[in-house]
C-alpha cells in the first residue's frame, strides 16, 4: 500500500490597507487568507494562481496545520500530480466576502467593532480578482504562469485573463461560464431565499445570536443536489432507505439520500457563514464577462493567455454548451485555445472528483506552457 | 559518386508512417499558421511544430485523441469539423489540412469551402475510390467494393462520401479553385500516369480565385 504522508500546510494572512470596490465604496482595512505550495523560481516565472469554487476555501492542497483535513484539490495539487508542486509555486486565497479567513460580512468593522453584517458592501467577482492582484502583486510575482479553478473559480480565472491580460501566461476554466443562466441564478435564489427565511437571520445581523443555521442548511442541500448527477444520485443512493426503528412517522429520514443531504447541509453550518452565502452567490450571478465589452469575443479579445478549457457530459449545472461558447469566441478570434468535454457520472462535482483525465491535460498543458514562456 | 539519373522523388521515405503525411509536410511552409481538421492523436501537427515552427491548431472529435493531442502541447479543441470551422475569422491560418477525412465528412464541398474560407491554402488528402482494385471488385462481385484499401463493410465503414481523383478535380474545376499541386501515391511511389486507375492516395493543394 502506498501511503501519502501529504504536505503539512499552514494558512497564511496578508493585510493590506484598502480595497476600492465596484460598488464605490472602500474596504479599509483587508485581510486575505492564503496558501501556498512549492517554491518560487528565482524568475519568479513559475507561479500558478487557483481559484476555489464557490464554497471552498485557501485550503487546496496538504495537509492542514489548523484542522487536520487535505484540502479542496489535494488530488490535483501535490508532487508530481496535475499542478506539480516540485515544478511550481501553487497559491491558493479564500475570495473577497468569504469566511475562512479573508474580509467578509463576519469580519469585525474596524469603525464599529463589531462584526460587518448587514453594512458589508456589496462585492463583486471582479474585486475578488482585485484583491487576489493585491495579493500576488505583493508576492512579488508580476506574471502568473496559469489561473486555474473551476465552477466560480472558473469565472474568476476568466475576469483575471481579460482584466490583467499582461499577468497571465495561460487560463484553464473548468466546469465553469462566462455568466450565469436562469437555471444557475434560479438555484442560486432557492438557497439565498432558505437563509433569509430563517428568523435567525435577522437580516443578516445574527452574530451576537443564534446563526441561521437550519435556511443555510437547506441552502446547502439543495446546492448538493445541483453538484450531482441523476446517475451519480442513482449509484450513490438509489432508494435505498435507512434502517428503521419505528413505523408510522411519515416524515422522518426514510432515504439514505436524505440522511445524505440533511447530513452534508448541517456540516456546512460549521464551517460556513450564511451572509458569505448571500454576498458571494450574488456576486456570482451579478458576473458578466461581457459587461462594458460588448460581445463575450471582444471581452476574451483582451486577454493574451492561451487557453485550456473542459467541461464534464453530466454537469447540467454548468453545462459544456457554456464551456463551448467560451471556446468559441476565442476562436472568432483565433486565440489559442485547447478544448475537451471529459466524460464522467459525477455532474459538476466531476472537477474535484474525476482527476484523472483532467490530470492528463492540465499536466502537459502546463508544461507545453512553462517550457514556451521559458 | 553518380548515381543513374532518377525521376524526381519516386519514392517517398514515409513521415510518421504515412507516405501522406510526408507529402503535406514538404507542402507546409516553415513558420506558417496551421489548422489540421481530425487531426488524431495529434502526430503530424506535433511534427510541424516542431521541425517547421508552425503555430499548429488542431480539431479532433474523439475526446480520448484530443487528450492526447493536448499531451504533445497542442492547442486542439474537441469538434466536428462539418460545425467547427464557423467560428473562425477568414483566413487566419496559412494552411488548413484535410488528412484522409473529406470521404468522412457529412458535408464534403461546405468543409472544402470552409477550408478555403479560414484558410489561404487547403491541403487536402484523399483515397482514391477510383482505383482500378475498387472498379474490378464492384464488377466482379456486384456488392460493395471492398478492397486492401477499403477493408470495411458497406455498414461500418466510416467512409460515406466515394469520391474519385477525377471527382475531385470536376469539383474544383466547378468551383473554381485553383489547384496549384496535385501528388498522387501508390504505396509508397509518386505516381505520374492514369492516377485515376491507379493511384491510391490523392494529395492536392488548391486556393480559391
Redesign the interface.
Known amino acids: 500500500m502506498l501511503i501519502n504522508l501529504g504536505m503539512t500546510v499552514s494558512i497564511q494572512l496578508a493585510h493590506f490597507d484598502s480595497l476600492p470596490l465596484d460598488c464605490g465604496e472602500t474596504l479599509a482595512p483587508v485581510t486575505v487568507a492564503y496558501e501556498t505550495y512549492g517554491t518560487l523560481n528565482s524568475r519568479h516565472s513559475n507561479a500558478i494562481l487557483i481559484e476555489h469554487a464557490f464554497s471552498g476555501d485557501a485550503h487546496a492542497a496538504g495537509i492542514s496545520q489548523e484542522t487536520g483535513k487535505p484540502g479542496w484539490w489535494d488530488n490535483m495539487i501535490g508532487p508530481h500530480k496535475a499542478f506539480d508542486t516540485n515544478r511550481y509555486f501553487v497559491v491558493c486565497s479564500n475570495v473577497l466576502a468569504g469566511c475562512r479567513g479573508t474580509t467578509g460580512p463576519g469580519s469585525i468593522n474596524p469603525a464599529t467593532g463589531k462584526p460587518y453584517g448587514s453594512s458589508f458592501p456589496f462585492v463583486t467577482v471582479q474585486d475578488m480578482a482585485r484583491l487576489q492582484k493585491k495579493l500576488i502583486d505583493h508576492l512579488g510575482i508580476e506574471r502568473l504562469l496559469s489561473v486555474s479553478g473551476g465552477s466560480m473559480g472558473g469565472m474568476q480565472v476568466l475576469h483575471w485573463a481579460v482584466e490583467y491580460p499582461d499577468a497571465v501566461v495561460s487560463a484553464i476554466p473548468i466546469a465553469s461560464t462566462y455568466r450565469h443562466s436562469a437555471q444557475q441564478i434560479a438555484f442560486n435564489e432557492v438557497g439565498r431565499m432558505a437563509i433569509m427565511s430563517d428568523p435567525d437571520w435577522k437580516g443578516g445581523d445574527y452574530y451576537d445570536s443564534e446563526p441561521p443555521a437550519r435556511g443555510l442548511s437547506v441552502a446547502r442541500m439543495v446546492g448538493h443536489i445541483t453538484y450531482m448527477s441523476d446517475d451519480s444520485m442513482r449509484e450513490k443512493f438509489g432508494r435505498r432507505q435507512r434502517p428503521k426503528d419505528e413505523l408510522g412517522n411519515g416524515f422522518s429520514v426514510d432515504f439514505e439520500v436524505e440522511n445524505y443531504l440533511r447530513y452534508r447541509g448541517g456540516e456546512f453550518v460549521n464551517r460556513f457563514d450564511a451572509n458569505s452565502y448571500l454576498y458571494i452567490t450574488k456576486a456570482m450571478d451579478n458576473f458578466d464577462l461581457t459587461a462594458g465589452c460588448g460581445s463575450l469575443g471582444a471581452a476574451l479579445a483582451r486577454s493574451k493567455a ?1 487557453f ?2 473542459i467541461s464534464f457530459t453530466s454537469d447540467w449545472l454548468y453545462p459544456s454548451y457554456q464551456s463551448q461558447e467560451i ?3 476565442l ?4 486565440r ?8 464522467s457520472n459525477y455532474g459538476h462535482d466531476a472537477f474535484l472528483i474525476e482527476v484523472g ?1 483532467q490530470t ?2 492540465v499536466k ?2 502546463l ?2 506552457t512553462y ?1 514556451k514562456a521559458a | 559518386m553518380t548515381t543513374t539519373a532518377t525521376p524526381e522523388k519516386t519514392f517517398i521515405r514515409q513521415l510518421l508512417g504515412r507516405t501522406d503525411y510526408a507529402l503535406i509536410s514538404e507542402l507546409v511552409e516553415p513558420g506558417s499558421s496551421v489548422l489540421d481538421l481530425g487531426c488524431g492523436d495529434g502526430e503530424l501537427l506535433a511534427w510541424l511544430a516542431e521541425n517547421k515552427q508552425v503555430t499548429a491548431r488542431g480539431v479532433e472529435i474523439s475526446p480520448a485523441r484530443v487528450q492526447r493531442s493536448i499531451a504533445q502541447g497542442l492547442s486542439v479543441y474537441q469538434g466536428d469539423i462539418d460545425a467547427g470551422l464557423a467560428d473562425y475569422p477568414d483566413q487566419c491560418f496559412d494552411f488548413v489540412i484535410l488528412s484522409q477525412t473529406l470521404q468522412e465528412a457529412r458535408h464534403p464541398l461546405r468543409v472544402l469551402r470552409e477550408m478555403l474560407r479560414v484558410g489561404r491554402r487547403a491541403i487536402v488528402a484523399f483515397p482514391n475510390f477510383g482505383h482500378w482494385t475498387m472498379r474490378v471488385s464492384m464488377l466482379l462481385t456486384g456488392r460493395a467494393p471492398k478492397t486492401r484499401l477499403f477493408p470495411h463493410e458497406w455498414h461500418s465503414s466510416p467512409n460515406i462520401h466515394f469520391l474519385t481523383i477525377q471527382d475531385f478535380e470536376d469539383l474544383a474545376a466547378a468551383e473554381d479553385f485553383i489547384v496549384e499541386r496535385r501528388m498522387y501515391l501508390r504505396g509508397d511511389r509518386r505516381l505520374r500516369l492514369l492516377p485515376n486507375l491507379l493511384a491510391e492516395v490523392a494529395v492536392y493543394m488548391v486556393r480559391k480565385k
Open positions: 492561451r485550456l478549457v471556446v468559441r469566441a476562436r472568432g478570434y483565433n489559442d485555445v485547447a478544448y475537451c468535454e471529459l466524460d483525465e492528463e491535460l502537459h498543458f508544461a507545453n517550457k
